[in-house]
């Protein structure tokens, strides 16, 4: 990655012309700016169109690239044609869809001209080797799967049918899907609940299956990527059943050593083809950190009820970092009023509405026709919301979007000037698929991350090479996860049953995992295979994203549809009493019924917002392995989380000033999962603490493990593939099991995948990378940039800024240069025992 203009120099040598240059340059002058780079535009490299390709598919092709193939596209097809599955990791823009259209279409037109000449031409059947084709096209998203549908359509290729199998499908058109279609845009979530389990309905299509393609590879990561794995295994188990072998064509953008993350995924051998020829417009990359604010003297925070070691009430409170959700509205604005097209990614369903509310407000001031220039976008919303959004957002009807991960994974919105990246995304491999959406008609384009105050948003931006220098992650993935893989063997023994033939495939573990499911009595031996006890559906037994289904949000009296939730997050965002927006509109939630999946609301402008509290507890149930380096222990294994929607504090909007707390009578929610903890010796932290010179010792210590544990969350998706969101964690100067201080990090997924272990591998650099954080950041008490959390249950009370440093610095001298137990598994994600 080369760098053409450094931090400071927005408007230097080769720097961004227009109103990207003004923004910059604003940025400079207020300090917000603090690092730029510019990675120059790359000529690309073109290759004639392949002898073997149908003229029609060259000739829409043809149309739809204005000339030539590029050479990647070309090789990457090739391979394909011959019948070897291939992934193509390719940057953003690159024509990755041509790669698998081209010999897809081909195919379903007809197959190879030199071996059936004149089958299927004209619109007739689509033949391959003399029988009739079928492929499958997977996406991550249904809106990604949505816009390759249109862009087939698009194509307009005589004689190939293709169509959207989904969720929002309506069920009469599903048959004429399976009867019809020769290529089949949809899931893996479909593939699991749907085709899969019925596989009688899709005989005709699961025996003519040619291809399978599988877009944005990347998005198949942790627990989620090792059952979409499981259910690849069983999708080319049942294809064999029916006579077929299907070819797989993978695709992404942003993935690290792709030929070992496709074979993981598929458990099939793959050809990679990894040189990018395409052409590259320019794209400015500015790393942007909101400005230290002052809060209105009745701020919550300065009261000592929120606060209770501070002063007495009436002090004026600490200046604290602007939010990147405003700052990010305001950057929004700005651009949309410039003529500057943009999309803003934001982390929540809540911050997009706010977003866009935000830059709405702004650009009322300026213009009565610019606040309907600017939408929000994210789940929840109905499929043909959804649908018309994108389609205003291609048109150019809209200028200025806020829009979740929804929008991340390919859906091609070419025309984009800009992209903002309203916080750290998770990973590197997300953070240049969002920049990518940007500058895709060849122009100029300008990426901007605005850091929250957190402290790995706050790290990057003051440490650009740990962003902007180095390769995007590893895809951690683990198909021999025992709990990913018991629920995918009784499925698949549903729809078939299992035999000794089959269980290669699920990979190692899964002989020993039959075995323990017979002993549960789900699977039943004989002399033909093991058999599906129960009269229910197996394939029940899973949700692949962990979501636990949906929770539908009604309008109270007329029964609308506004919208939906995720059930695992209901609890949290629309208990009674909760204020849900949605599309720019305030509603209160009168009633949730968790037994009907359904939550009552009305529509009222309360004037406050709602935040859920949360109590949290961990139970230690298996230690798997566990280090002794004289006063510090680190063990990890399995354990139980439970936690507890007990109540929601209401804060007056704008100010965020505390209005008053209720509580809430929900249930406990119970998770099974990997961590990593570790314990001190009492006597040695309390020295540590009592060194330090602020109060009592004892008194400090849960606040120092407390900030201590907050921090090491926040920096562990340095090392882990994983969101801060996909990690939890609990400390307690007492703990039950260790009887010691201890801090505990946990996934957040059932069953794990693989983040926790990951720490403990590379624990020394992980804590000092912590220790590190900590201590730089320029706050006194602590801040949302160091020791502070968005999750935090107990209302980010009571946290020890410098008693943390000060516990982390004792973990640091007892441990050695590298600490590990031999553990690893893949990609350093160890194997959790089978449950």
Not at 292 to 298: A, G, K, N, R, W
Not at 440 to 463: E, M, N
Not at 741 to 756: C, I, L, M
Request: charged letters at 25%.
């Amino acid at each position: 990655m080369s760098a053409r203009t450094g931090t400071g120099e927005p408007g230097g040598p080769g720097a961004p012309a227009g109103p990207a240059r003004a923004l910059l340059r604003r940025g400079a002058d207020t300090g917000r700016l603090r690092h730029v780079e510019v990675l120059p535009a790359r000529a690309g490299e073109r290759a004639p169109w392949p002898g073997w390709a149908d003229p029609e598919v060259v000739a829409a092709l043809a149309r739809s690239t204005g000339g030539l193939p590029w050479r990647h596209q070309v090789e990457a097809a090739g391979h394909v044609r011959a019948g070897r599955s291939t992934v193509l990791a390719a940057g953003t823009a690159s024509g990755k869809s041509l790669a698998f259209q081209l010999p897809v279409l081909t195919a379903l037109r007809g197959g190879d001209r030199d071996e059936a000449p004149g089958g299927g031409r004209g619109g007739g059947p689509a033949r391959w080797g003399g029988r009739v084709c079928t492929a499958l096209y997977l996406s991550p998203t249904k809106a990604l799967a949505a816009d390759q549908e249109s862009r087939l359509r698009a194509l307009d290729v005589p004689g190939v049918v293709a169509a959207t199998y989904d969720g929002d499908t309506p069920p009469e058109v599903r048959r004429w899907v399976r009867e019809h279609a020769g290529l089949v845009l949809t899931n893996v979530d479909m593939l699991h609940r749907s085709v899969l389990p019925g596989h009688e309905h899709w005989a005709s299509f699961l025996r003519r299956l040619r291809y399978v393609v599988v877009d944005e590879l990347h998005g198949y990561r942790g627990v989620f990527g090792s059952h979409a794995a499981a259910v690849l295994r069983r999708l080319r188990r049942l294809a064999r059943r029916y006579g077929a072998d299907p070819v797989f064509v993978l695709a992404s953008a942003t993935v690290a050593d792709p030929a070992t993350t496709a074979r993981r995924l598929t458990g099939v051998d793959v050809v990679a083809v990894t040189e990018d020829t395409s052409q590259r417009p320019e794209l400015t990359v500015a790393l942007w950190e909101p400005p230290m604010v002052q809060p209105p003297v009745d701020d919550p925070r300065g009261s000592p009820s929120v606060d209770p070691p501070g002063p007495a009430a009436g002090r004026v409170p600490a200046a604290q970092r602007r939010s990147a959700t405003a700052e990010t509205a305001d950057l929004l604005a700005d651009l949309v009023e410039d003529g500057v097209r943009t999309l803003a990614f934001v982390r929540s369903r809540t911050a997009a509405e706010s977003v866009a509310a935000g830059a709405r407000r702004r650009l009322a001031e300026v213009g009565p026709d610019l606040p309907e220039q600017v939408v929000a976008y994210r789940g929840g919303y109905l499929p043909e919301e959804r649908r018309a959004l994108e389609q205003d957002l291609r048109t150019g009807r809209v200028r200025g979007m806020a829009a979740t991960r929804a929008l991340e994974l390919g859906v091609d919105v070419a025309g984009l000037d800009a992209v903002l990246v309203a916080g750290w995304p998770g990973t590197r491999a997300s953070f240049w698929q969002q920049l990518g959406r940007a500058g895709r008609r060849g122009t100029p384009a300008l990426g901007v991350f605005v850091a929250r105050d957190d402290p790995l948003d706050t790290f990057l931006v003051h440490h650009p090479e740990a962003l902007l220098g180095a390769g995007v992650e590893a895809t951690v993935l683990d198909p021999d996860n025992p709990y990913v893989l018991a629920p995918h063997l009784c499925a698949a023994a549903q729809e078939l049953p299992l035999t000794e033939e089959d269980l290669p495939a699920f990979g190692p573990a899964a002989a020993d995992v039959v075995e323990l499911l017979v002993q549960r009595r789900l699977l039943r031996r004989r002399s033909t295979g093991w058999y599906w006890t129960r009269r229910d559906r197996a394939s029940d037994l899973t949700d692949l994203r962990g979501a636990g289904g949906t929770v539908r949000v009604l309008e109270a009296g007329t029964g609308r549809v506004l919208g939906t939730v995720e059930a695992g997050s209901a609890d949290a965002q629309v208990h009674r009493g909760a204020v849900h927006v949605h599309r720019g509109e305030t509603w209160v939630v009168d009633e949730l019924d968790l037994e009907e999946s359904l939550a009552l609301v009305h529509r009222e402008e309360p004037g406050w917002t709602t935040h859920a509290r949360t109590s949290h507890d961990v139970r230690v149930l298996q230690e798997d392995s566990r280090a002794e380096h004289g006063p510090v222990t680190v063990s990890r294994g399995v354990v139980e989380v439970t936690s507890q929607v007990t109540g929601f504090l209401r804060r007056r909007a704008g100010t965020g000033q505390v209005l008053g707390e209720e509580p809430l009578d929900l249930p406990v929610r119970r998770l099974r999962t990997r961590s990593v903890w570790w314990t001190l010796d009492e006597e040695v932290a309390l020295t540590a603490l009592g060194a330090e010179g602020h109060g009592g010792a004892a008194a400090r210590l849960p606040g120092a493990l407390h900030a201590a544990e907050h921090a090491s969350i926040g920096l562990l998706p340095l090392l882990a593939t994983c969101d801060r969101g996909d990690l939890g964690g609990l400390s307690t100067a007492a703990h039950p099991h260790t009887g010691r201080p201890t801090v505990f990090v946990h996934d957040s997924v059932p069953g794990g995948a693989g983040f926790a272990d990951r720490g403990a591998d590379r624990l020394r650099g992980w804590l000092a990378a912590t220790r590190d954080a900590v201590r730089s950041c320029r706050c006194e008490d602590g801040c949302p940039a160091c020791v502070q959390s968005p999750k935090c249950g107990n209302g980010n009370e009571p946290l020890d800024k410098a008693g943390a440093v000060a516990v982390l610095d004792v973990l640091l001298a007892a441990l050695p240069p590298e600490v590990t137990d031999g553990a690893g598994g893949v990609d350093g994600a160890a194997h959790p025992p089978v449950p």
